[in-house]
């Protein structure tokens, strides 16, 4: 079957950096996708990558390993508005989004 | 009005009532999307159109129908709903269906509690 894990939720402090990890199962790939959802809001988009390696975007970065079926998301310099749920999905070979139950990240000050 | 709008943004209705959900795209997108969101799980995509053709029913029941009359309007009419389908109801546009680096736009959502 396909899926998409991801931590339930994650703790770190403001000013530093967070790593959150995803990681896939899908028939056939055709991108991965993070999106931030803060509470009671929609879901925003922040990056997209179908090639291996990285891609930065200010203080958030985007990593893919196709080859592990693997995916993180980079936050630097840690804000509390950056407190919020981040979701990973990746897109199968039909081009169906697989998504994760996300990741709930809690800034401290 | 920009983006993906969603109305009403906050739902209450009892079982044997008939309800609608309305949502407005404002991108110039073709395709559209209806998700139901539950507290720690993943997206489930309900339903999706392109060109307003419907090309994706994802085994949801009848008590859900959906409606697209054009490009830029999605609907939900719910009835008879059970309390298990309360929940968030986001609606999503994208460009292209889902081709590509097609990204997914949402709106805000409707909370919906059935009683």
Not at chain 1, 1 to 12: H, L, S
Not at chain 2, 8 to 22: A, D, E, F, Q, Y
Not at chain 2, 101 to 109: E, H, I, L, V
Request: with cysteine; aromatic share 12%.
């Amino acid at each position: 079957g396909q899926n998409i894990d991801q931590p339930t939720e994650m703790t770190a402090t403001e000013g530093a950096i967070v790593q959150i990890n995803c990681t896939y199962q899908t028939s056939g790939f055709n991108g991965l996708f993070w999106y931030q959802q803060h509470a009671g809001e929609a879901p925003t988009f922040l990056s997209y990558n179908v090639l291996d390696g990285l891609e930065e975007k200010g203080r958030f970065s985007s990593f893919l390993s196709r080859s592990k079926g693997y995916s993180y998301l980079l936050l630097k310099e840690l804000q509390m508005k950056d407190s919020a749920s981040y979701l990973c999905a990746a897109r199968d070979s039909n081009y169906q989004l697989i998504w994760g139950a996300g990741t709930k990240l809690i800034i401290k000050p | 009005e920009t983006g993906v709008t969603q109305t009403p943004r906050h739902l209450v209705m009892g079982m044997t009532n008939k309800k609608s959900l309305k949502c407005e795209q404002h991108l110039g997108h073709n395709a559209m999307y209806w998700y139901k969101q539950s507290a720690k799980k993943p997206l489930e995509l309900m339903f999706v159109y392109n060109f307003k053709e419907q090309t994706e029913n994802n085994s949801v029941p009848s008590r859900f129908s959906p409606e697209c009359p054009n490009s830029s309007h999605l609907f939900l009419h719910l009835h008879t709903l059970q309390p298990e389908d309360s929940a968030l109801y986001l609606c999503a546009s994208s460009q292209e269906g889902g081709r590509g680096a097609d990204t997914q736009y949402f709106g805000p959502g409707t909370r919906l509690t059935v009683l």
